[in-house]
């Protein structure tokens, strides 16, 4: 039985990167998706597969064009990982790693947890791709942060909005 659990865990952490690879395109701004796939990632496995998740995006955007680039649509490689919005994109798998977490901390108000993982996912992400933006662009553009800031908080909404979604899901497969 525990060994069917590790394959139906391993099948969704890779199904995950598939929908982020295949989402990234097609999205207002090409990151945002990707995030919202990773929010959701974290909200629905454990922090360690949710954390593969993002780690396994980032390997495939090395080898195929499914990364962001802000100025070029998707690209692909090492240059668009360390690329100005490279911070936000190595910042993925953190994201969807502490959103798992927070959700499995013991609370009266289920809830509560996701809320409090997403912030502190979200500013863990945010904060992180900002400061790499800042350091490898050498200019602080305000206009661009608070775009940002405000696509990946409307993520943030939507994956707190789907909770019910999946609390339903979770409740019935007695997860």
Request: hydrophobic content about 55%.
């Amino acid at each position: 039985m525990v060994k069917d659990q590790v394959w139906k865990s391993i099948g969704i952490c890779l199904l995950f990167c598939g929908l982020a690879c295949v989402l990234g395109p097609y999205s207002l701004s090409c990151v945002s998706a990707a995030v919202l796939v990773m929010m959701i990632s974290g909200f629905l496995q454990a922090p360690g597969f949710a954390f593969v998740s993002g780690l396994l995006y980032l390997v495939i955007g090395i080898f195929l064009p499914v990364l962001p680039d802000w100025n070029h649509g998707m690209t692909k490689g090492f240059g668009a990982l360390f690329g100005t919005s490279g911070g936000m994109l190595l910042a993925l798998p953190i994201l969807a790693f502490t959103i798992a977490i927070f959700r499995r901390l013991p609370m009266k108000y289920p809830a509560l947890n996701l809320l409090i993982g997403l912030a502190a996912g979200f500013i863990v992400f945010f904060g992180f791709g900002l400061l790499w933006f800042v350091i490898k662009s050498g200019t602080v553009d305000l206009r661009a942060m608070g775009t940002a800031f405000l696509l990946y908080g409307l993520d943030a909404a939507a994956a707190f909005a789907a909770y019910p979604l999946f609390s339903r899901a979770s409740r019935r497969k007695g997860g």
